[in-house]
């Protein structure tokens, strides 16, 4: 395993078209902010989108800005300065470093997009509790900072099965934000946007779902650590008409190496899947590192988790309230064995790599016995990396790559190899 071996990975096209859309996507907002013309509502990632859209607002996502911040490496030096002001460095770095960036008035969009100075100003911000409770501390934070109004839903967790009672509660919550939202926005609710919002987002959906599951292919015309930012917009544009001509041209793209056997990176012998968070900070590193091992990690839990199926726009409020409740992070643990089990099926996996990550225990499913109990039941055996997303202060390099390399070297002795 020591001997250095030329990496290679197949970029797809289709990422400069997704990367086009980013980039127009913060452009309209940073226009917006700057000219005081459309209201912006900043929301979680998993909130409320479509009711935004139905009432014209532009949607910003602090967590994908804090993502950036990882992916550029920028949160680690950030990360201290929300610590100073009583944001424990084991709550999500995601939030520490993105308060960290506001104090220091500093974002990564400056550097990528020419002209952009600042994230952009919300007129209100949005949450819904179905991931962690720590968005609504950070969007209460952002609140008083900017002295504007904040919504939240806040909803089970835990769930077995989801219920006509979740779904009541969660609907009925979801229409007490309108008013609300309505006074901000200086507009009524418009139901026919609304819905046409609910309806762009199930096709969002399921042209990202079909994209995802593309990789069942061998050999995979996708990696992991590209869906990670191939995911943008089906988080940020979801509600739209422009996040659906992407992901149409994405799926033409891996259709057609599929069908010419052509995989994302080159001999894949081993097919992985991920549970939790990427370090967003490693994603080149670890593409290469399990790459080089001629291991394809071919599909996780957390770039499915922006797969709506039960979206309706016949039926907006409650298919809502449905689809952000059977979400697998709201979910109990027999539900997410039973959810990965599957996936483990139809990807045909040979291993599975959990992400410990420190300060995102709710994205973390390898602490109370999971993989254990997973690998008695399927006889797939697994690693668990310790790290983060954000804080690269909580991984050591040279130990997830010593693991890593032993993994797939138990998975070659097993004869696990395609
Ligand atoms: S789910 Fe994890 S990473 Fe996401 S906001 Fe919550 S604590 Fe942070």
């Known amino acids: ?75 680690t030096d950030l990360i201290p300065k929300a610590n100073a002001m009583g944001y424990s460095p084991e709550i999500c770095s995601y939030l520490t470093a993105d308060i960290g960036a506001f104090l220091e008035n500093v ?96 096709e969002c959906s399921n042209l990202w779902d079909k994209c995802l599951a593309a990789a069942a292919a061998r050999p995979s015309p996708l990696t992991f650590f590209d869906g990670t930012t191939l995911m943008g917009p089906a988080v940020v544009g979801r509600g739209t008409q422009k996040a659906i001509d992407v992901y149409q041209l994405l799926l033409e793209e891996l259709n057609e190496r599929v069908a010419a056997g052509e995989g994302a990176i080159e001999d894949e012998r081993y097919r992985l899947y991920w549970d939790g968070m990427p370090v967003w900070g490693r994603l080149s590193m670890h593409s290469k590192l399990f790459a080089g091992l001629q291991a394809n990690v071919i599909a996780s839990t957390y770039c499915s988790s922006w797969i709506f199926s039960a979206l309706d726009a016949g039926n907006p409020f409650e298919s809502m309230a449905r689809a952000y409740t059977e979400l697998f992070i709201v ?41 254990q109990r997973l690998e008695k039941t399927t006889g797939i055996p697994s690693l668990t990396i310790h790290g983060d997303l954000n804080d690269l202060r909580l991984l050591s390099d040279e130990q997830t790559k010593t693991n890593v390399e032993a993994f797939i070297e138990q998975l070659e002795e097993n004869g696990k190899a395609a």
């Open 1 to 75: 395993m020591s001997e250095e071996k030329k990496v290679i990975i197949r970029r797809l096209n289709a990422a400069k078209d997704l990367g086009k859309f980013m980039a127009d996507y913060y452009y309209e907002l940073d226009a917006a902010s700057k000219s005081g013309k459309q209201k912006i509502a900043w929301c979680t990632s998993v909130g409320p989108a479509e009711i935004l859209r139905g009432m014209g607002y532009l949607i910003y996502f602090p967590e994908t800005h804090s993502a950036m911040l990882g992916s550029t490496r920028m949160a």
């Open 107 to 202: 974002t990564p969009l400056a550097n990528i997009f020419k002209g952009i100075e600042s994230i952009p100003r919300p007129d209100v911000l949005v949450y819904n509790t179905n991931q962690c409770r720590d968005v609504q501390d950070w969007f209460n934070w952002y609140a008083k900072r900017f002295n504007v109004p904040v919504v939240g839903i806040e909803t089970y967790r835990n769930v077995p099965e989801v219920t006509p009672v979740h779904i009541t509660s969660i609907s009925r919550q979801m229409e007490n934000i309108v008013q609300p939202l309505e006074d901000v926005a200086g507009r009524k609710l418009d139901m026919d946007e609304f819905k046409n919002a609910v309806a762009l987002s199930r």
């Open 331 to 371: 979910r109990s643990d027999a539900y997410k064995e039973k959810y990965i089990q599957d996936k483990l099926a139809f990807f045909q996996c040979d291993g599975i790599i959990y992400h410990d990550a420190k300060t995102c225990p709710n994205n973390t499913n390898c602490r109370y016995g999971m993989a």
